[in-house]
């Protein structure tokens, strides 16, 4: 069902129990409650032969690889996942024109499925093309958000603003510091400015990931 | 669950993976993830150079640490002007010049301690270059340059040389004179950010 299909291409229908399952998929995605911790222990163990055991070469190449993806925004399955799994959690606001735009498309969709016949209970999937779909979903993510996240209420914010506003920047460390500084403890004053920039490097990298 | 709820979950779910692919450009392009390095409007992100740079400082400062317990002082210097006599940045940002301020500063009051009065001049110098803003850092410097005057001030006095010891004791004063005014200022300027007097 990831197989994007082009732009006017008849729309996939899924069989009633993919179609279940699948709303199931995006139900936990949206709203996930807490893991068995018996469960999380068992994934663990079907995940990793030995959890504590060094990773291998090819398991080194493979986190490269999802780095690399999750960085610059590539093709990767893993990070396709975290990405697809980081909007279901904690979507991102829409600009105004771009809501206006897709409901403007959404509207016009509704007009020409009005005039076609009754297909039954079946999901579209059509990730690239069905401009229905993304657009009318689209719509209601601009009023509907996850219970204990928010969205702002006039989420009108674009991307480019947002993103911006979460990144740490290169600063003085002085607000680090509240007296002044004692003779022979600078190696604390150090120890403080590396933990606290890498708290801000870490926070960096999840920003970019978009994962936080 | 109905087939129309069905439906709402999916088309909610499958806007949502299209927009985690595409976020929110006109054109429907995906709008790439921002790199870490990349500049923003504002200042340069935290990056990985200086995180680098960070903890090769701690490092240093530790092994200091270890160098000082030992009584070996020069080793403790050694190992501290690797740190600011190795280039690692050809602009460094704001953190890195504090940091190399703080390491001249330790290097001066080494030096002045092994009576090497001289190279701990040459140490202050380096680092008021660094820290040219009013913060605990130049302030932290100057106390350090009265340290100096005064350690040079005592030997000086011990070879009997009691003019240049005075000169220097002048001087030592005037460096903790200096270090005082700009402790105030860094607590003045401290206190109107958190909204109180100025």
């Not at chain 1, 229908?13 to 709203?31: C, F, G, I, K």
């Not at chain 1, 279901?88 to 016009?108: E, I």
């Not at chain 1, 960096?204 to 936080?212: D, E, F, I, K, P």
């Amino acid at each position: 069902m990831t197989d994007r299909q082009p732009p006017g291409a008849a729309p996939e229908v899924l069989a009633l129990e993919e179609e279940h399952e699948l709303a199931q998929a995006l139900r936990h995605a949206w709203a996930p409650t807490a893991l068995d911790p018996r469960v999380n222990e068992r994934l663990i163990e079907l995940a990793l032969e030995d959890p504590l055991a060094p990773p291998t070469e090819e398991e080194v190449a493979e986190s490269v690889r999802l780095r690399d993806a999750l960085e610059t925004g590539s093709e990767h399955a893993g990070a396709d996942l975290a990405r697809a799994l980081t909007a279901a959690l904690a979507p991102q606001p829409l600009d105004q024109d771009t809501s206006k735009r897709l409901a403007r498309r959404a509207t016009a969709s509704e007009e020409r499925a009005a005039a076609e016949p009754e297909r039954g209970n079946v999901v579209y999937v059509a990730f690239g093309a069905a401009a229905a779909v993304a657009a009318l979903a689209a719509a209601v993510m601009l009023v509907i958000q996850p219970a204990g996240r928010g969205l702002e209420p006039a989420a009108q914010a674009t991307m480019s603003e947002a993103v911006p506003t979460q990144i740490a920047l290169s600063r003085s460390t002085s607000t680090l510091f509240d007296a002044k500084f004692e003779v022979g403890r600078t190696s604390s004053r150090i120890d403080r400015i590396a933990e606290a920039r890498a708290r801000d490097l870490r926070k960096n990298r999840y920003t970019s990931w978009g994962v936080r | 669950m109905t087939g129309r709820t069905v439906n709402a979950w999916a088309a909610v779910g499958c806007a949502m993976l299209a927009l985690a692919a595409g976020c929110s450009r006109a054109d429907g392009e995906a709008t790439p993830a921002p790199t870490v390095c990349a500049p923003f409007e504002g200042g340069t992100p935290v990056a990985p150079e200086l995180l680098a740079f960070l903890s090769r400082a701690r490092s240093a400062h530790h092994a200091a640490d270890l160098h000082e317990e030992n009584k070996n002082p020069e080793k403790a210097v050694a190992v501290l002007r690797k740190i600011v006599d190795e280039p690692a940045f050809s602009s460094p940002p704001i953190e890195a010049r504090e940091v190399f301020a703080d390491t001249h500063a330790r290097i001066a009051d080494l030096e002045s301690q092994s009576e090497r009065f001289d190279p701990a001049d040459e140490s202050i110098d380096a680092g008021l270059e660094m820290a040219r803003e009013v913060t605990f850092f130049r302030g932290h410097l100057y106390e350090i340059k009265g340290l100096v005057e005064e350690r040079r001030a005592a030997s000086l006095r011990k070879n009997g040389n009691e003019a240049a010891a005075n000169v220097s004791t002048e001087r030592a004063l005037e460096a903790f004179e200096q270090s005082m005014d700009i402790q105030a200022r860094v607590i003045k300027n401290a206190l109107a950010d958190a909204g109180g007097p100025p």
